[in-house]
């Protein structure tokens, strides 16, 4: 499994962007980049994946680095219900999510 | 809505009970899901994956006799932590892909208290 690198916190204000960076730099080339968040006392929550591209969706956006060694979960705008634990994880080869420890994102109103 | 039940959402109970946790897919079917456990101020940990008609595979030092896995149905896996102790206190939580490859949907999890 491709070792993940996340800061352990981040502080954001309400209706700023957030830019939640990850290194991955043992990633394989076929291993897609995951991100799934934690609100406290539930289950995770899928927020966005991709491979080489950049990608968007309604809840935010996936900036992938050219060499794809780093990738950056970008939200545009943060809310408190954004407050949680951010988990950046290579798959590929498996179905398995290796979870690693994550960035405590917190907001601020 | 949740697309992924998981049920009880806590328990508490005896030294030495057996004390088993469902997680259902409620609109899609799963041959597979995973079931993790997460101590206090910690990341999750995956515990073994649950394969539908056959044997779960577990991860390494998970004790498979004392998690007993069943999927006898592609739209419910069953984890039961049998002669639970204090130390198997944690929040168990379950998760299964709509599909092969696809993003995993993941229950509110299981908060067990072994007294």
């Known amino acids: 499994d491709a070792k993940t690198t996340q800061p352990n916190s981040m502080e954001s204000n309400e209706e700023e962007p957030v830019h939640l960076p990850c290194n991955h730099s043992?990633?394989?080339?076929?291993?897609?980049i995951h991100w799934y968040r934690q609100l406290p006392s539930q289950g995770p929550e899928y927020v966005i994946h991709?491979?080489?591209s950049n990608v968007n969706n309604r809840m935010a956006s996936l900036a992938i680095a050219e060499d794809r060694k780093s990738s950056t979960l970008i939200l545009h705008r943060a809310t408190l219900r954004d407050a949680a634990v951010y988990y950046c994880i290579p798959q590929g080869g498996s179905e398995k999510l290796v979870f690693g420890k994550g960035t405590k994102l917190t907001v601020n109103p | 809505g949740a697309v992924v039940s998981q049920h009880p959402s806590w328990v508490i109970c005896k030294s030495g009970t057996s004390v088993k946790i469902e997680c259902r897919s409620l609109?899609?079917?799963?041959?597979?899901m995973f079931w993790y456990r997460q101590f206090p101020k910690q990341s999750l940990m995956l515990m073994a994956t649950s394969n539908e008609g056959s044997k779960a595979t577990y991860e390494q030092g998970v004790e498979k006799d004392k998690f007993l896995i069943n999927h006898a149905s592609l739209t419910l896996s069953t984890l039961t932590v049998t002669s639970a102790h204090p130390e198997d206190s944690s929040f168990y939580i379950c998760s299964a892909p709509r599909g092969r490859w696809q993003p995993q949907h993941f229950g509110d999890g299981t908060r067990l208290s072994i007294l």
């Open positions: 609109d899609f079917q799963a041959t597979t």
């Open positions: 991709g491979l080489t």
């Open positions: 043992t990633i394989s080339g076929t291993d897609y």
